[in-house]
């Protein structure tokens, strides 16, 4: 039972567009999400994050969009560049006591930005 | 500033040895992770520790598998007897409690067992 779901393996975009890549997730009491980027033969990059209370948060290039009612968050680059080229990772936070938060990870969409 | 360290980067070993990955997560960070990436289910998260204290190890696949955390800056993931479907690339991660929900990664572990 997947909780944390990207529907799109792959996605292909040209160089100067805008990427979107999509999450979508069951469990409502998640109260963190996050994306990271990963390279090949390295570890998860932790790129950005969004609180369950917020819809919308930014950092340069790459803005996160959260739906609550549609349990649906997306992750935009603007503008795309080569070196975005990666699999992006969409995570989502669960307290767990202890003051830990546990990460539920989605399967991956691998991002292709061709020049 | 030093990221997470994972040693060895890569282990091939035969079936029925004893596999160790090392971790040292980034100075500081009082949480840290083990998980466990493969084709089939993705990156699953093992075990955790809170200030070298297992707080979850639900996610330990068998009795195979043990964790420890001897002091801050030093972990290790034990396979004994390693079997091939433990083949898998595993990663540490850690965090810190003012924003535990932000984990950082190692570089991997990519583990082969023939």
């Known amino acids: 039972d997947q909780q944390v779901k990207q529907n799109s393996p792959s996605l292909s975009v040209q160089e100067g567009r805008i990427s979107i890549l999509n999450c979508d997730y069951t469990?409502?009491?998640?109260?963190?999400f996050l994306w990271y980027k990963k390279y090949p033969a390295e570890g998860p990059t932790f790129l950005i994050s969004?609180?369950?209370?917020?819809d919308k948060n930014e950092d340069g290039r790459f803005t996160v969009f959260l739906n609550k009612s549609a349990k649906h968050l997306s992750l935009h680059i603007v503008p795309s560049q080569p070196g975005d080229s990666a699999v992006y990772f969409c995570?989502?936070?669960?307290?767990?006591?202890?003051?830990?938060?546990?990460?539920?990870f989605g399967k991956g969409t691998k991002l292709s930005v061709i020049p | 500033d030093a990221g997470v360290i994972q040693s060895p980067r890569h282990e091939v070993t035969e079936m029925g040895q004893e596999v160790t990955l090392r971790c040292k997560p980034i100075?500081?960070?009082?949480?840290l992770f083990w998980y466990r990436q493969t084709m089939m289910r993705g990156l699953e998260l093992l075990i955790y520790?809170?200030?070298?204290?297992?707080?979850?190890d639900s996610g330990m696949p068998e009795d195979r598998f043990s964790a420890k955390m001897p002091n801050a800056s030093f972990s290790t993931l034990k396979i004994q007897p390693s079997e091939p479907r433990d083949s898998a690339v595993y990663f540490c991660?850690?965090?810190?409690?003012?924003?535990?929900?932000?984990?950082?990664f190692g570089p991997g572990t990519r583990l082969t067992v023939t």
């Open positions: 469990n409502s009491m998640f109260d963190y």
């Open positions: 995570a989502a936070s669960l307290y767990s006591g202890a003051g830990s938060y546990q990460l539920t």
């Open positions: 969004i609180s369950s209370i917020k």
């Open positions: 100075s500081g960070h009082d949480y």
């Open positions: 991660a850690s965090s810190w409690s003012g924003r535990a929900y932000e984990q950082y």
């Open positions: 520790f809170n200030n070298n204290v297992p707080i979850d």
